[in-house]
């Protein structure tokens, strides 16, 4: 059995009919977990594998991607914002694990201010100020 060459930009799946379909790894959004089968949301489709997502995490192997539950695995240049526990990809929220969340805020491109934004909402600024 030959080594599989690793394509640095596409993936492919096994969808009906035992036909390979190549997915650009920029295309995928998110990747979910849905019982003994998983989800690799794209932007166009959805395709489903019978796989774990343990095992999907291990072939991805790209820094473009983020556990961030148990559930998901999610493309970090498809975020559009994450608040508290949610993150959002597009128009989906999902859940962020708490063990997961330090390694995700640690990957995100932060810009770092002066002021931490939890401290800025009870101090004695007002908006009024900016006008």
């Known amino acids: 059995m030959s080594?599989?060459?690793?394509?640095?930009?596409?993936?492919?799946?096994?969808?009906?009919?035992?036909?390979?379909?190549?997915?650009?790894?920029?295309?995928?959004?998110y990747v979910q977990a849905e019982g003994?089968?998983?989800?690799?949301?794209?932007v166009d489709k959805t395709f489903r594998l019978a796989t774990n997502l343990g095992q999907l995490?291990?072939?991805?192997?790209?820094?473009?991607?983020?556990?961030?539950?148990?559930?998901?695995?999610?493309?970090?240049?498809h975020i559009s914002a994450?608040?508290?526990?949610q993150l959002f990809v597009e128009d989906t929220e999902l859940l962020?694990?708490?063990q997961y969340r330090e390694a995700l805020i640690s990957r995100l491109p932060i810009l770092r201010t002066k002021i931490n934004p939890?401290?800025?909402?009870?101090s004695n600024f007002h908006e009024d100020a900016l006008h």
Request: glycine fraction near 4%; hydrophobic fraction near 35%.
């Open 57 to 77: 995490e291990q072939q991805l192997n790209t820094t473009d991607f983020c556990r961030v539950s148990r559930k998901h695995i999610v493309n970090l240049n």
């Open 36 to 42: 003994s089968w998983v989800d690799i949301v794209t």
């Open 118 to 122: 939890v401290q800025s909402n009870k």
């Open 96 to 98: 962020i694990g708490k």
């Open 3 to 29: 080594t599989p060459v690793l394509l640095p930009d596409s993936v492919f799946v096994v969808t009906t009919n035992q036909r390979y379909q190549k997915i650009a790894k920029n295309d995928i959004l």
């Open 82 to 85: 994450v608040q508290g526990g």
